[in-house]
């Protein structure tokens, strides 16, 4: 998978907060729970929900900060001028107010080494306090509107805080003076320091990219990300590339030299509403609740491998296949860069005797660059279909450029193509606008404007349907103003060329809000409730699916209950390694600090050799499927323990022990490991397993019985455990 996801989280609300400490992962809703996960198997450890009976914050609020250690999370709170801050180290729980916020708080962020906490709001104010005291060191220059958003520098010199006015500022804590001061024509979202702090990049609400040169006081870069409301963004390790969140289903790569769109990666989970980054492990957050926990590591070695060898295609299969941040690795961008020039002479070359295939393989590596792509596109378009396509295009004969492109598909990989397709696309919108606004007055414009397609072959359908059905319009306009949406997106299911105009994006707002009325009554265990209200969303098309995931997630959560509830461990514990969800619950919790205690007490009796009080402790989980190696270690303790506590000689060692056969017992269920060579060595007995002629197997005990001990006494058959519970 191009997108190496290694765990998740399931949290109640929107995910607005994620901080990652030595240990464990912490992580606010909107519906202020605030919830402490182990980083080992993401179980929930502790939780606690701040406040029940207030409006839940939206689920893009940006009022919600987890301090980059982990151990604080401050917080505001909907409809109130307070905030409040929370430790997460022993337990969670309030240990400060932020009071001097006149209007509601809209921002929080930490700096990077947690000393200063700043606070934005509806009053425009951006406050810093001391992180410790939470006293307020400073308040900045108001802006005009509602804050946005809230950014210190890496060294924490710099705060940058802009404002729903459009407007933004740059003020420098250690002097205590405005850097520079904003104005454009965009909302920034969210935004990071650079370059030694000479650069800002900004992601913005209408879609915009801009890149700020602090030192020259201007904006130097601005690029559109078209239909796109960017969230958040964060820089990746060498400050060359960024990773930007939007609201859609999409993970952009963006490079930081240009701004060019590097890559976008399709996401599983709607809304980015948090980043956070750990070593080499990115925590995505989304406004449906999942934190999604990314390695950007992944296959790092498999890759350096190819490279060693020079073998871009393999690079660049490693790349697609598991790990799409691996190109944006220097050592990647630099041996890509040392062989294009290369590869493109080969590659004119080919083109030149119309060996089109050949040379498409050549380059094949390079065309994850945009840059590369068009300029091998430019030595492409000589060739002499490509010449007709290109006349075809010029004379605007779109009928002759797609009926060139079915008889030569590689010309669909040009970029002229792109922007025929992209106007094509164009065409279809503004058709479908005058059609929505006068079905009948302006039929014949839209005929007009679609006349150079309609003798296009693979397009023709497609543009009189659009013309032959305006009355749909009408009918869907009727229904969505009746509130009859069951009906409406029926239609849109039937029509799909009504999606698109604005009135279905405003009845997709409808739907938005059923779903956060589920989150609510989801949040509250009402989940009879719950369910009923999935029933009316799941009428409604475009948000069947998410009705019926939201389902099963519901009914998952009861079965679960009831398991729990009836000490059902093994079908308990496989449901909960089937379901990532399940783990955020408190049952699950209950469930695994219970073994972890007994895991406890059994790894006290393991160390002193007594394998039997270790299986008593443990008898509940021996053949419950995710704790039978965790199970095997420790028993592997005990048995070592034990052979070292009989070791010839020794006092207190029992007598008549064949160490022969003991010692096949131990390798048949570990193998002849390390730890078993140390122990036999200190025994004295190195003899008796040189003796033995097989290697055994490290997982072994998979297959053999589970016995008290291993030691082969009087030639009497091992003892299995008496308390087995299956």
Excluded at 152 to 179: E, H, P, R, Y
Excluded at 331 to 340: F, G, I, P
């Amino acid at each position: 998978m191009m997108f190496p996801v290694k765990g998740r989280i399931r949290l109640v609300g929107s995910a607005l907060g994620i901080g990652v400490g030595e240990d464990s992962i912490v992580c606010v809703d909107n519906f202020y729970n605030i919830s402490k996960f182990t980083k080992e198997h993401y179980v929930i450890d502790s939780v606690l929900q701040l406040a029940k009976d207030i409006e839940p914050l939206h689920h893009f609020s940006k009022a919600v900060a987890v301090s980059h250690t982990a151990q604080r999370v401050a917080l505001g709170f909907a409809k109130s001028t307070k905030g409040v801050v929370v430790k997460t180290d022993s337990n969670i729980a309030p240990i400060a107010q932020l009071t001097w916020q006149k209007l509601q708080i809209s921002k929080i962020a930490y700096s990077y080494d947690d000393s200063l906490l700043a606070t934005g709001g509806e009053d425009g104010r951006v406050l810093v306090y001391s992180a410790d005291h939470h006293e307020l060191i400073l308040s900045l220059p108001p802006l005009p509107d509602t804050i946005s958003s809230i950014v210190f520098s890496d060294d924490d010199s710099l705060i940058f805080s802009a404002c729903f006015g459009k407007s933004a500022t740059i003020f420098n804590i250690v002097k205590n003076t405005q850097v520079a001061t904003l104005k454009m024509d965009y909302l920034i979202e969210d935004a990071f320091f650079y370059a030694d702090n000479t650069l800002l990049f900004c992601v913005t609400k209408e879609g915009k990219i801009l890149t700020y040169d602090i030192k020259e006081n201007k904006i130097i870069r601005e690029t559109l990300l078209q239909g796109a409301w960017l969230t958040t963004c964060h820089k990746l390790p060498g400050e060359e590339f960024a990773i930007v969140g939007g609201k859609d289903k999409q993970l952009r790569i963006i490079r930081l030299s240009d701004d060019a769109l590097v890559d976008s990666i399709s996401l599983e989970q709607n809304g980015i509403t948090a980043m956070r980054f750990y070593e080499n492990l990115l925590h995505l957050g989304y406004s449906d609740g999942v934190v999604e926990i990314v390695d950007i590591d992944e296959a790092r070695e498999e890759l350096l491998e190819f490279l060693d060898k020079d073998d871009l295609k393999g690079a660049l299969g490693v790349i697609q296949q598991k790990n799409v941040f691996l190109k944006t690795l220097d050592v990647y961008c630099t041996k890509l860069e040392s062989q294009w020039k290369e590869a493109l002479a080969k590659a004119i070359d080919l083109l030149a005797k119309d060996q089109i295939q050949e040379a498409t393989a050549i380059i094949e590596p390079f065309m994850l660059d945009k840059a590369k792509k068009e300029e091998f596109d430019y030595y492409w378009q000589q060739k002499e279909f490509t010449a007709k396509f290109m006349d075809a295009l010029e004379a605007k004969n779109y009928a002759e450029a797609y009926r060139l492109s079915e008889q030569h598909p590689y010309l669909k990989d040009t970029i002229a193509y792109e922007e025929m397709e992209s106007l094509w696309n164009k065409t279809i919108e503004v058709c479908k606008h005058l059609l929505f606004q006068d079905p009948q007055g302006n039929l014949a414009k839209a005929q007009d404007l679609l006349r150079p397609f309609t003798l296009a072959k693979c397009k023709k359908d497609s543009a009189m349907m659009l013309l032959r059905n305006s009355d749909k319009y009408v009918q869907a306009d009727k229904e969505y103003r009746a509130k009859n949406f069951v009906e409406y997106f029926k239609m849109t299911e039937r029509f799909p060329f009504l999606k698109d105009v604005l009135i279905y994006k405003s009845a997709l707002l409808i739907g938005d809000q059923i779903i956060q009325r589920v989150n609510t009554l989801e949040n509250q265990n009402e989940f009879a409730k719950a369910l009923e209200v999935c029933k009316l969303l799941a009428s409604m098309a475009p948000f069947k699916n998410a009705a019926n995931s939201k389902v099963k997630i519901i009914q998952l959560k009861q079965d679960f209950s009831q398991v729990c509830k009836e000490r059902k461990l093994s079908e308990a514990f496989r449901l909960a390694e089937e379901h990532y969800e399940l783990r955020s619950m408190p049952e699950y919790k209950l469930l695994y600090d219970t073994f972890k205690k007994h895991e406890k007490m059994a790894f006290n009796f393991a160390v002193v050799g007594n394998g039997k009080s270790a299986l008593d402790n443990l008898k509940d989980y021996l053949h419950i499927e995710c704790w039978v190696d965790k199970i095997a270690a420790i028993l592997k303790i005990a048995y070592l323990a034990e052979f070292a506590k009989n070791a010839p000689g020794k006092e207190g060692a029992q007598e008549n022990i064949s160490w022969k056969e003991t010692f096949q017992y131990y390798i048949e269920r570990y193998g002849k490991d390390e730890e078993l060579k140390k122990v036999v060595s200190e025994m004295g007995l190195q003899h008796e397993l040189d003796s033995i002629p097989f290697d055994g197997n490290p997982k072994g005990y998979l297959t053999t019985i589970i016995a008290d001990s291993l030691l082969s006494i009087d030639d009497q058959p091992l003892h299995q455990h008496e308390g087995e519970s299956k």
